[in-house]
């Protein structure tokens, strides 16, 4: 199947403001996206308790970086999106409550101008599925490795494979059931047709493997569920 186009993705998500701006609402379909949420931002401020500048990369309404704000309140935080309506959003809603200040950047992560070793913590909430083949994975990991301070760390919280197929079969059967079971049949397999269309998502263990090849000197994993996970890095 030809996979959908940035210009596609970047379209479906100026439509989609108001319900990513909801919790409830807008992470319906991700399994324990506030147990995620909650460990990766936990993670980073444990792991960077002293942290200045915090990246948000396909920050969509801003839910991760306002949970962090929750955490760590004087962040400089910098946004980057997509989508133009996702980034007026996100700077709305992040700016009533930001001590530091707050940048926002609607670009492709992979080509968006940024400061070589200029962010403490980097989030990255459901946004490298959406990454391609082996160097478009390679190369975006060694960016976003570069563009951490030492001591920085990488949180990630997104739709993983299994690097079985046989389990892998198995676990997009049990999603499949999940999505029924929350809405109904058809809900299911329209959320799975998109999925098809426009991700390509990959295994926990070949991250967290990309992350240490590319220079990140630890990984962790904080949570998995099916086809979910929150895992990171730090350099």
């Given at each position: 199947?030809?996979?959908?186009?940035?210009?596609?993705?970047?379209?479906r998500f100026?439509?989609?403001?108001?319900?990513?701006s909801?919790?409830?609402?807008?992470?319906?379909a991700?399994?324990?996206a506030?147990?995620?949420?909650?460990?990766?931002?936990?993670?980073?401020?444990?792991l960077?308790?002293n942290?200045?500048n915090?990246?948000?990369?396909?920050?969509?309404?801003?839910?991760?970086t306002l949970?962090?704000?929750?955490k760590?309140p004087?962040?400089?935080?910098?946004?980057?999106d997509?989508?133009?309506?996702?980034?007026?959003?996100?700077?709305?809603?992040?700016?009533?409550?930001?001590?530091?200040?707050?940048?926002?950047i609607?670009?492709?992560?992979?080509?968006?101008?940024?400061?070589d070793?200029?962010?403490?913590?980097?989030?990255?909430g459901?946004?490298?599925?959406?990454?391609?083949?082996?160097?478009?994975?390679?190369s975006?990991?060694?960016?976003?490795?570069?563009?951490?301070?030492?001591?920085?760390?990488?949180?990630?919280?997104d739709l993983i494979t299994?690097?079985?197929?046989?389990?892998?079969?198995?676990?997009w059967?049990r999603?499949?059931?999940?999505?029924?079971d929350?809405v109904?049949?058809?809900?299911?397999?329209k959320?799975?047709a998109?999925?098809?269309k426009?991700?390509?998502?990959?295994?926990?263990?070949?991250?967290l493997?990309?992350?240490?090849k590319?220079?990140?000197?630890?990984t962790?994993?904080l949570h998995?569920n099916?086809?979910?996970?929150?895992?990171g890095?730090?350099?």
């Amino acid at each position: 199947m030809k996979k959908s186009t940035v210009d596609e993705i970047r379209e479906r998500f100026d439509k989609d403001v108001e319900r990513f701006s909801n919790l409830e609402t807008g992470q319906i379909a991700t399994i324990d996206a506030q147990i995620s949420l909650e460990l990766i931002t936990e993670a980073a401020k444990r792991l960077v308790p002293n942290a200045k500048n915090v990246l948000d990369i396909g920050c969509g309404a801003g839910n991760y970086t306002l949970k962090m704000l929750s955490k760590l309140p004087g962040l400089n935080c910098t946004l980057v999106d997509l989508s133009s309506p996702m980034l007026q959003k996100a700077e709305e809603r992040i700016s009533q409550v930001a001590k530091g200040k707050v940048k926002c950047i609607q670009a492709d992560i992979r080509v968006a101008q940024l400061e070589d070793h200029g962010y403490d913590i980097i989030l990255a909430g459901a946004v490298l599925h959406h990454l391609r083949d082996d160097e478009d994975w390679e190369s975006t990991f060694t960016k976003l490795y570069h563009l951490l301070k030492p001591g920085g760390c990488l949180m990630i919280s997104d739709l993983i494979t299994q690097e079985n197929p046989i389990l892998d079969e198995y676990t997009w059967e049990r999603y499949g059931d999940y999505l029924e079971d929350l809405v109904d049949k058809d809900y299911s397999e329209k959320v799975l047709a998109y999925v098809a269309k426009e991700d390509s998502p990959r295994s926990m263990s070949f991250q967290l493997e990309l992350m240490k090849k590319v220079g990140f000197s630890s990984t962790e994993i904080l949570h998995k569920n099916m086809c979910f996970g929150a895992f990171g890095g730090v350099k």
